[in-house]
C-alpha cells in the first residue's frame, strides 16, 4: 500500500492537496520539465524513478495514503518545515545548466514593442513540437514572419546547418563540411535583425566568396521543430488556430485582429470632428494599458469627409495609409480657396476627365482600400490630391502641429507652379493614352502584341494612378506610352523580348498579388515596377532612351535584392 501510495499520489500525481510541499514541488516538477522540452533531450532531468526514491528516504513506513500522510507532516514539519520539499539542484543533473539557460531558450520573444510568450515541447511529431509563440489575435497584424524565423538562439546552430544543407548541390558543395563552417558563422553573434537568411547568406559570402540567391533558400524542407510555431489565442486566452504558417494565419484572422484590436483602442487618442490641428503631437507608436495588459498602436488622423479625427491602427502600415488620407483632407480644409482656384484653373480637358474617369479598376489592386487608393475618385479629385501630395506632403513626416503648419505656409506659394505642370503631364498622358488604344484596335484582340500592349496598359493606366503614382515617375509615363507607340508602328512582337520582360514582369505582379490579400500594396511605390517599365524601354524604343542604365543582369541583381 505504501508502494502504491507513493507512485501512484505523489510520482504520479494523482493525489489532491493544498498542502504547501506538494503544490510547490508540482510548480517546480512543471518547471524543471520545461528544461528537457527546451534542450531536446531526456537525460537533463532526473526521471520518476528518482522522485519515488526521494519520498521513499522521506516517508516513515506508517505513510500509507493522504490521510496518514498529513497526520506524520503535522509532527515532522514542526522539526524541519521544508522536510518533503524538491530543489532545482535535486532535479537537475550536472550539465542542465549549462545546456539551458535562459539566454538560449527564453520564455518570451521580443518583437518591436510587443512581448511574445514562447512554450516548448519536445514530442516529434506532435503538431507542437519546438518552439511556439502565444500570439493575441489584437496582435496578429502587428507581427511579421522574419523575426521568428530566427527561433531562439539555443537552437539557431541547428537551424543553419539545416539551412545550408536545403541549398541545391552545386551551391551547397562550397560550405562542406557544414557543421563546421556554421560553428565559423556563428562566431560573430548575429544581431537577430533583418531575416535569417540575409545574415546567413552575408557570413557564408565572408567565409567563402560565394553569394547564395535569397530565393535558393528551402525553408519548406526544414523539419517542423526547427520552424516557429504559432497558437493564436483570443483577449481571454482561449485557443483560436495554431499552425506554422503565419501568413494564412493572419489572412485568415486579419479582420478578427482588426476589430479586437479597435475595440481595445477605443478610447485612446480619441479625437473627432476637427477642422485643424486641435490634438496632440502624434508619435510613431502609442502604448497604452488596457487590463493590465500592454499594447501598442500607430496613431494617425483620419480622413471623415468634411472633417478629421485621429485614431490607432494595429498596424503602422494601415496608419501610414489613413495618416496620409488625413493629412490630405487637413490641408484641403486649410487651403478651400487655394483648391477651388486650382481645380478651376488648372489644364484640363473635357475629353481627358472622360476618359479619366471610364478608366477600368487596377487588375490587382481594385479590392482593397478603394476609397483611400482613388478607385472611386474622380479626375478632378485625383489631381487635386496628385498636387497637394506633391507639395505639402512628399518625403516629409508631418506628425506634429509644427511641422504641418510649417510645410502649409513654406510650400503653399508652390501650388500653382505644380498645378500646371502636373496638368499638362496627365493631360499627355492621356492623349498618349486614347491614341495608343485607337492603334491597338487595328490589330485582333487575340494577337499576341495587343494582349502583351493591353496587359502593360492595364496595369499602368487605371482608374486611380494619378493620385498612386509618384510625381517624379508620373513624369516617365508619357515615354512608356511613347514607347508603345513606336512598338506599335514597328509591330514589334519578338517573342524573345515578350519573354525577356516577362521573367520579371509576371514574378511581380504575382508577388503583389499574393501581398494584396493580406497587406496593404501600393506598387507604385516599389522602385522594381518602374524598372520593368524601362526595361521595355530599353527593349522595345532604345532611342527613346532609358532614366538609368537597365539590363537582364540589372534587373536580376534588383530582384534578389529587393527579397
Not at 447 to 469: K, V
Amino acid at each position: 500500500a505504501r508502494e502504491i501510495f507513493i507512485r501512484s499520489a505523489l510520482v504520479d500525481h494523482d493525489y489532491h492537496s493544498n498542502a504547501q510541499f506538494y503544490v510547490a514541488n508540482q510548480k517546480l516538477l512543471e518547471e524543471v520539465g520545461m528544461i528537457q522540452h527546451k534542450g531536446r533531450r531526456v537525460d537533463l532531468v532526473e526521471d520518476e524513478q528518482w522522485l519515488y526514491q526521494f519520498y521513499d528516504n522521506k516517508l516513515p513506513p506508517e505513510v500509507v495514503s493522504g490521510v496518514t500522510l498529513d497526520t506524520w507532516r503535522k509532527t515532522a514539519e514542526r522539526v524541519n518545515p521544508k522536510i518533503l520539499f524538491l530543489t532545482k539542484e535535486d532535479l537537475t543533473r550536472e550539465q542542465e545548466e549549462d545546456y539551458v539557460n535562459e539566454w538560449d531558450f527564453p520564455d518570451s520573444k521580443k518583437i518591436g514593442n510587443l512581448t511574445i510568450p514562447l512554450q516548448y515541447r519536445f514530442e516529434p511529431g506532435h503538431d507542437e513540437d519546438g518552439v511556439t509563440a502565444v500570439i493575441s489575435v489584437h496582435q496578429l497584424n502587428q507581427v511579421s514572419q522574419a523575426p521568428f524565423d530566427w527561433l531562439v538562439p539555443g537552437l539557431l546552430e541547428e537551424k543553419c546547418i539545416a539551412l545550408i544543407k536545403s541549398l541545391p548541390k552545386q551551391i551547397r558543395k562550397h560550405f562542406v563540411p557544414v557543421p563546421e563552417t556554421v560553428k565559423q558563422c556563428l562566431e560573430i553573434e548575429p544581431d537577430f535583425k533583418g531575416t535569417l537568411q540575409e545574415w546567413l547568406g552575408n557570413r557564408l559570402r565572408k567565409l567563402t566568396g560565394e553569394a547564395i540567391p535569397l530565393n535558393a533558400w528551402n525553408m519548406e524542407s526544414l523539419t517542423d521543430h526547427l520552424k516557429m510555431n504559432f497558437r493564436v489565442v483570443d483577449d481571454q486566452n482561449k485557443l483560436l488556430d495554431y499552425g506554422r504558417d503565419l501568413k494564412k494565419l493572419q489572412l485568415k484572422y486579419t479582420a478578427k485582429a482588426e476589430v479586437s484590436f479597435d475595440q481595445i483602442a477605443a478610447d485612446e487618442l480619441n479625437y473627432s470632428g476637427c477642422i485643424q490641428w486641435a490634438f496632440d503631437d502624434l508619435p510613431e507608436t502609442y502604448q497604452f494599458i488596457q487590463k493590465g495588459q500592454t499594447f501598442v498602436g500607430f496613431p494617425a488622423i483620419i480622413d471623415e469627409g468634411d472633417t478629421v479625427g485621429v485614431r490607432i491602427f494595429d498596424t503602422g502600415q494601415k496608419a501610414a495609409l489613413q495618416h496620409q488620407a488625413g493629412l490630405m483632407r487637413l490641408f484641403q480644409l486649410q487651403l478651400r480657396k487655394e483648391c477651388t482656384y486650382i481645380i478651376k484653373n488648372m489644364p484640363q480637358s473635357a475629353t481627358a476627365e472622360l476618359t479619366y474617369n471610364r478608366l477600368p479598376k487596377h487588375p490587382i489592386i481594385s479590392t482593397f482600400f478603394s476609397r483611400n487608393l482613388g478607385m472611386n475618385a474622380s479626375y478632378k479629385e485625383d489631381m487635386l490630391y496628385l498636387i497637394l501630395y506633391t507639395v505639402f506632403i512628399e518625403g516629409r513626416t508631418l506628425r506634429t502641429q509644427q511641422a504641418f503648419e510649417q510645410s502649409l505656409q513654406q510650400h503653399k506659394p508652390e501650388m500653382i507652379g505644380i498645378a500646371n505642370e502636373a496638368g499638362k503631364i496627365v493631360l499627355e498622358i492621356m492623349e498618349l493614352y486614347g491614341a495608343v488604344k485607337t492603334q491597338l484596335k487595328r490589330l485582333n484582340a487575340n494577337d499576341p502584341l495587343a494582349r502583351d500592349i493591353n496587359e502593360q496598359l492595364d496595369l499602368l493606366i487605371y482608374a486611380g494612378f494619378i493620385r498612386n503614382t509618384p510625381y517624379q515617375q508620373l513624369k516617365a509615363i508619357p515615354r512608356y506610352l511613347k514607347a508603345i507607340q513606336y512598338r506599335l508602328d514597328k509591330f514589334d512582337n519578338n517573342p524573345q523580348k515578350i519573354l525577356e520582360v516577362s521573367r520579371y514582369s509576371t514574378r511581380f505582379w504575382k508577388d503583389i498579388e499574393k501581398k494584396a490579400k493580406k497587406d496593404i500594396v501600393i506598387p507604385e511605390q516599389d522602385p522594381f515596377r518602374w524598372a520593368i517599365e524601362e526595361f521595355r524601354v530599353s527593349l522595345f524604343a532604345q532611342q527613346l532612351k532609358t532614366a538609368y542604365p537597365v539590363s537582364s543582369k540589372r534587373m536580376d541583381k534588383a530582384w534578389d535584392e529587393r527579397g
